[in-house]
């Protein structure tokens, strides 16, 4: 029996493939099905973005809105399938795992892009953290202002500042980020993915509510109108629009590691197809549903996020819940994309510190009618730090649908396409100038017009709001 180090601690491994108890790998036995895996993509799907999606319909408008969006989850799920393909090297049952999107690129191609794909991955995922932050903080205001509003009976604007929320946000992150590893979130992944269906259903019924109460479907073919806005902003506004629906649908980033919890037989690529599929198809008709119908309800002037910034006041008791059920799910959403950077920092500090105490080392405390908890120093300290760091910089930049957008536009070309497509032609030999390489070429190449529009409109967005500015006192 040897040892092996796993997310920074020692476990007891017995020779490859020697126990009920373990993989082929040495590690503890994964238990991980399609409908985990299923879970843990939509918690990070179907997240924030969705309520930004009747804004982003609105920008492009009825035609162009629903055909985007299809467009976008086709190239979602092809493209995942492709990185699927990568998770082992060579065979696809016994060859080497590639824990890691870092390490699926290592594998397959190797050299300086392993570095840009980690700087991609990585900042992408902080990324994200703050978007979270921004978003649930914004939630929670709509809560209290809701109530506000009911209470005075629309005569109070009820503005308040957003630094209390983000902060009572991170206080929660920091106690949920001591959650070892990926395997052990599965539980908060489906209170979240329940979470997201609730507050997406919300907004769904309340948008056929307000249609119907409108007695007529808003909106037009080429989306909101030049007059309402400049020329220049609705361009800008239909490129941050790309951005949002990439958000929208951005979780490749994460894929390897979610099928890193999956258990074998049958191959993990098989059962990762079939819950890209389930999700993604789930995914797809749900924003179909909330974008159109949110735009359907409000036509130009559909709000940026649909649940918060009053485009619906009543019934104040539903919106309360909806609002809430954001807010649990963006603490499970928060983890499932911060997991694989915490990996990676503690495996690197095991990695560069083997005989370090305080960062290898595990303080065993007893935990009444559970397994003891495993307290690392390190992984306290280091986690809690990049909490309050987020949270920091949430509290500075909280710009909802431009963070949204440009996240989106920054992730979306190199992490959800051009990897994915590389390392599928490496890994299948396809030859150069063939047509199947000509076609993945082309869709890339594609991808990536798209990503550089969507980065533009976002940062055009940013400079708007930077104008009327000041740090630290944003109020909503």
Same mark, same amino acid.
């Not at 009976?153 to 949920?176: D, L, Q, R, T, W």
């Not at 019934?315 to 809430?324: E, K, S």
């Not at 495993?374 to 710009?399: A, D, Q």
């Not at 032609?425 to 047509?435: E, V």
């Given at each position: 029996?040897?040892?092996?180090?796993?997310?920074?601690?020692?476990?007891?491994?017995?020779?490859?493939?020697?126990?009920?108890?373990?993989?082929?790998?040495?590690?503890?036995?994964?238990?991980?099905?399609?409908?985990?895996?299923?879970?843990?993509?939509?918690?990070?799907?179907?997240?924030?973005?969705?309520?930004?999606? !009747?804004?982003?319909?609105?920008?492009?408008?009825?035609?162009?809105?629903?055909?985007?969006?299809?467009?976008?989850?086709?190239? +979602?799920?092809?493209?995942?399938?492709?990185?699927?393909?990568?998770?082992?090297?060579?065979?696809?049952?016994?060859?080497?795992?590639?824990? +890691?999107? #870092?390490?699926? @690129?290592?594998?397959?191609?190797?050299?300086?892009?392993?570095?840009?794909?980690?700087?991609?991955?990585?900042?992408?995922?902080?990324?994200?953290?703050?978007?979270?932050?921004?978003?649930?903080?914004?939630?929670?205001?709509?809560?209290?202002?809701?109530?506000?509003?009911?209470?005075?009976?629309?005569?109070?604007?009820?503005?308040?500042?957003?630094?209390?929320?983000?902060?009572?946000?991170?206080?929660?992150?920091?106690?949920?980020?001591?959650?070892?590893?990926?395997?052990?979130?599965?539980?908060?992944?489906? @209170?979240?993915?329940? #979470?997201?269906?609730?507050?997406?259903?919300?907004?769904?019924?309340?948008?056929?509510?307000?249609?119907?109460?409108?007695?007529?479907?808003?909106?037009?073919?080429?989306?909101?109108?030049?007059?309402?806005?400049?020329?220049?902003?609705?361009?800008?506004?239909?490129?941050? *629009?790309?951005?949002?629906?990439?958000?929208?649908?951005?979780?490749?980033?994460?894929?390897?590691?979610?099928?890193?919890?999956?258990?074998?037989?049958?191959?993990?690529?098989?059962?990762?197809?079939?819950?890209?599929?389930?999700?993604?198809?789930?995914?797809?008709?749900?924003?179909?549903?909330?974008?159109? #119908?949110?735009?359907?309800?409000?036509?130009?002037?559909?709000?940026?996020?649909?649940?918060?910034?009053?485009?619906?006041?009543?019934?104040?008791?539903?919106?309360?819940?909806?609002?809430?059920?954001?807010?649990?799910?963006?603490?499970?959403?928060?983890?499932?994309?911060?997991?694989?950077?915490? !990996?990676?920092?503690?495996?690197? &500090? &095991?990695?560069?510190?083997?005989?370090?105490?305080?960062?290898?080392?595990?303080?065993?405390?007893?935990?009444?009618?559970?397994?003891?908890?495993?307290?690392?120093?390190?992984?306290?300290?280091?986690?809690?730090?990049?909490?309050?760091?987020?949270?920091?910089?949430?509290?500075?930049?909280?710009?909802?649908?431009?963070?949204?957008?440009?996240?989106?536009?920054?992730?979306?070309?190199?992490? +959800?396409?051009?990897?994915?497509?590389?390392?599928?032609?490496?890994?299948?030999?396809?030859?150069?100038?063939?047509?199947?390489?000509?076609?993945?070429?082309?869709?890339? #190449?594609?991808?990536?017009?798209?990503?550089?529009? *969507?980065?533009?409109?976002?940062?055009?967005?940013?400079?708007?709001?930077?104008?009327?500015?000041?740090?630290?006192?944003?109020?909503?």
């Amino acid at each position: 029996m040897g040892e092996n180090q796993f997310f920074g601690f020692s476990i007891d491994v017995l020779p490859q493939g020697g126990s009920k108890c373990f993989d082929d790998d040495g590690r503890l036995k994964r238990t991980g099905t399609v409908w985990t895996a299923s879970a843990h993509i939509i918690t990070a799907v179907i997240g924030s973005g969705v309520l930004s999606l !009747a804004w982003a319909t609105a920008q492009l408008g009825w035609i162009a809105g629903p055909v985007v969006m299809f467009l976008f989850s086709f190239v +979602t799920y092809y493209t995942s399938t492709l990185l699927a393909a990568c998770y082992r090297s060579g065979d696809p049952v016994n060859g080497k795992r590639n824990y +890691t999107y #870092m390490e699926a @690129v290592r594998s397959n191609l190797g050299g300086f892009k392993v570095k840009i794909c980690g700087w991609v991955q990585y900042l992408n995922l902080f990324g994200v953290a703050i978007g979270y932050t921004i978003a649930s903080a914004i939630s929670m205001m709509a809560i209290k202002r809701s109530n506000c509003f009911h209470a005075s009976g629309g005569k109070n604007p009820c503005h308040m500042n957003s630094n209390p929320y983000m902060i009572a946000f991170g206080i929660v992150e920091i106690i949920f980020s001591q959650i070892p590893d990926f395997d052990q979130l599965w539980w908060l992944s489906i @209170v979240a993915a329940v #979470m997201s269906f609730t507050y997406s259903t919300i907004g769904l019924g309340l948008g056929i509510a307000q249609v119907a109460a409108n007695g007529k479907i808003k909106g037009s073919l080429t989306g909101i109108t030049v007059g309402t806005v400049t020329r220049a902003q609705k361009m800008w506004g239909s490129f941050q *629009a790309l951005g949002n629906i990439a958000f929208a649908y951005s979780y490749s980033l994460i894929l390897i590691e979610i099928q890193d919890t999956l258990k074998a037989p049958p191959a993990e690529s098989k059962t990762m197809k079939k819950a890209t599929l389930l999700s993604v198809g789930v995914t797809t008709i749900f924003y179909m549903l909330c974008g159109c #119908m949110g735009y359907a309800a409000f036509g130009d002037l559909s709000p940026g996020n649909l649940l918060t910034d009053f485009g619906f006041y009543n019934p104040f008791w539903l919106l309360d819940i909806a609002n809430a059920a954001i807010v649990i799910h963006l603490v499970g959403a928060y983890q499932v994309y911060c997991q694989p950077l915490f !990996a990676f920092i503690e495996k690197s &500090a &095991a990695e560069r510190f083997p005989n370090s105490e305080f960062i290898t080392e595990d303080i065993k405390i007893p935990v009444p009618g559970f397994r003891p908890y495993n307290l690392n120093l390190f992984r306290l300290v280091w986690r809690t730090l990049f909490v309050i760091l987020t949270t920091l910089i949430s509290m500075l930049l909280p710009f909802f649908n431009d963070i949204v957008g440009l996240l989106g536009a920054l992730g979306f070309w190199p992490l +959800t396409v051009y990897f994915p497509v590389e390392m599928y032609i490496s890994q299948k030999n396809i030859p150069k100038w063939s047509k199947r390489w000509l076609c993945l070429q082309i869709l890339s #190449m594609a991808c990536l017009v798209i990503t550089i529009a *969507a980065t533009a409109g976002s940062i055009a967005g940013i400079i708007l709001d930077l104008k009327s500015y000041k740090p630290f006192s944003t109020s909503y």
